[in-house]
């Protein structure tokens, strides 16, 4: 089967511009998510969707974060403005059901802000 | 909320010799799963080994396998007969059940550990 699929791969843009990531999640997984890892860390969780609902986004900084799974297929992560900070890998999983198991990653959007 | 330690940021051995990896976690709950994560420079997380904490007994995946102590609140995995391939990023990381019962099962993670393979 396809895995999840992220674009772009890499993305550098300048403090304070706005940016998106894309996310394809295996066909039929209902459960998807958005992590964020920095550089030297493990990867933290921003948001969780089941189909198109969010069911977590309490770490999400949602003063200039923003997520949508339209339809409850592909999900976009969108940064407005940016900072430094946010430089990172985004990570997105799915999973078919919520059952403990069988999450599957995709390779991540590697960030940089400058 | 739950944390999760790993101690060790980088970790060398010996190809075919056999290493070990630490992880400790805090969590006032008593159903959960563990998990380890590898992460190549490919960035894509792939699971090597799952352990539910209401089970006793140590999973084991060929190679891989974990020392699970509950009480301790430690999940290390062994690596045995190490080869280069195993080169990565090792990740431990929680996920609650009691969160997961209200739908959010997302995973927290460690920093992760460096592992080397020497040739």
């Known amino acids: 089967e396809a895995g999840v699929a992220q674009s772009p791969r890499y993305k550098i843009i300048e403090k304070r511009q706005s940016v998106a990531f894309w996310c394809n999640p295996i066909s039929g997984h209902a459960t998807l998510y958005w992590y964020q890892q920095i550089l030297g860390q493990g990867p933290k969780l921003l948001i969780q969707f089941q189909n198109n609902g969010v069911v977590d986004d309490s770490q999400l900084p949602k003063d200039r974060f923003s997520a949508e799974r339209l339809k409850g297929v592909d999900s976009t992560l969108k940064i407005q403005p940016a900072k430094l900070e946010d430089s990172a890998v985004y990570l997105c999983?799915?999973?078919?059901?919520?059952?403990?198991?069988?999450?599957?990653f995709g390779s991540g959007t590697r960030l940089t802000v400058v | 909320a739950q944390t999760v330690t790993q101690s060790q940021p980088e970790m060398s051995v010996q190809e075919a010799e056999t290493v070990t990896l630490s992880c400790t976690y805090d969590?006032?709950?008593?159903?959960?799963?563990l998990f380890w994560y590898k992460q190549p420079p490919s960035r894509q997380m792939i699971l090597v080994i799952r352990?539910?904490?209401?089970?006793?007994q140590n999973a084991t995946e060929n190679r891989f396998s974990v020392n699970f102590q509950k009480a301790a609140k430690s999940f290390s995995l062994k690596i045995s007969d190490s080869q280069l391939g195993d080169a990565a990023m090792y990740f431990c990381?929680?996920?609650?059940?009691?969160?997961?019962?209200?739908?959010?099962?997302?995973?927290?993670f460690g920093k992760g550990t460096h592992l080397i393979i020497q040739p």
């Open positions: 999983a799915s999973s078919l059901l919520n059952l403990g198991y069988g999450y599957t």
């Open positions: 990381a929680y996920r609650s059940l009691l969160k997961a019962g209200g739908g959010a099962d997302g995973l927290t």
């Open positions: 969590t006032s709950e008593s159903d959960y799963y």
């Open positions: 352990q539910e904490a209401y089970k006793q």
